[in-house]
């Protein structure tokens, strides 16, 4: 029998929270699911926090050096044996009613290669739930100036296959998670929803953080955006590349 739900946990040096991650994942009123937590080496003792749990539900692995957060992700991916996937990280905590909302929004829409949790201030217009095609998704990014794709793992759930399929996420990117966000919607439906899956904490070693450092933020959407709009093109979308082109300064 395939498994619904993979939820995974990176840490790194995530003594300070993790047991509260790991605990919120365990109570979720929604019980059937695979988790897995990777820790990267962590020099404090959040692996030995972590081994406290005998839950049947847990596959624990620790890196003996540090490997980085993308390459830990993609590590996790790799163990993934479930149908779809939500990272809890090791600061964050899993609302207990999330995988219950999850699973039905995936009931009604069983096509969607990802679902994201969307603010209301990103879709004013529009009624929640919101089904994307990629052309419409590609219209949002760079016709309209949406920013949807930049909203991180807490309030993002993936189609492990297709995640898979795509390589895992990108070690080239600063945010490896909106490039892989936008190639995914580039090749399957997005669907919108209410936000509130994941209580999520900012900490400096997050590439979200990263990118408000310097300069480097905006060259990294930069690079991300030349390579989607290279994917555009041979899609053949009927979207005006000019237009994006311009509307980016690429």
């Known amino acids: 029998m395939t498994t619904f739900f993979t939820i995974v946990t990176i840490t790194y040096n995530s003594s300070k929270w993790v047991q509260e991650a790991v605990e919120s994942v365990l109570t979720s009123e929604y019980s059937v699911f695979e988790y897995i937590i990777c820790d990267d080496a962590s020099t404090d003792d959040t692996w030995e926090k972590i081994k406290l749990y005998k839950d049947d539900r847990i596959r624990s692995f620790r890196h003996d050096r540090n490997i980085g957060e993308y390459q830990n992700r993609n590590f996790a991916l790799d163990k993934a044996k479930g149908k779809y996937l939500l990272f809890v990280d090791g600061d964050d905590v899993l609302y207990r009613d999330a995988l219950g909302r999850i699973a039905n929004y995936l009931e009604h829409f069983p096509e969607v290669g990802s679902i994201w949790g969307v603010p209301d201030k990103y879709i004013k217009q529009n009624a929640l739930p919101l089904l994307l095609n990629p052309q419409q998704s590609m219209s949002w990014f760079y016709l309209a100036n949406i920013r949807i794709a930049e909203i991180g793992f807490a309030e993002t759930i993936f189609n492990v ?27 399957a439906n997005v669907l919108l929803v209410k936000p509130g899956f994941v209580f999520w904490r900012i900490s400096s070693n997050q590439a979200s953080s990263k990118l408000k450092l310097h300069y480097n933020g905006y060259r990294n959407n930069v690079l991300i955006d030349r390579e989607i709009i290279k994917a555009i093109n041979k899609k053949n979308l009927d979207i005006e590349i000019k237009v994006i082109q311009r509307n980016i300064l690429i």
Do not use: C, M, N, R
Not at 167 to 184: A, P, Q
């Open 161 to 187: 296959e297709i995640l898979k399929q795509l390589g895992g996420f990108s070690t080239s990117f600063i945010s490896g998670d909106t490039h892989v966000k936008k190639l995914i919607a580039l090749e």
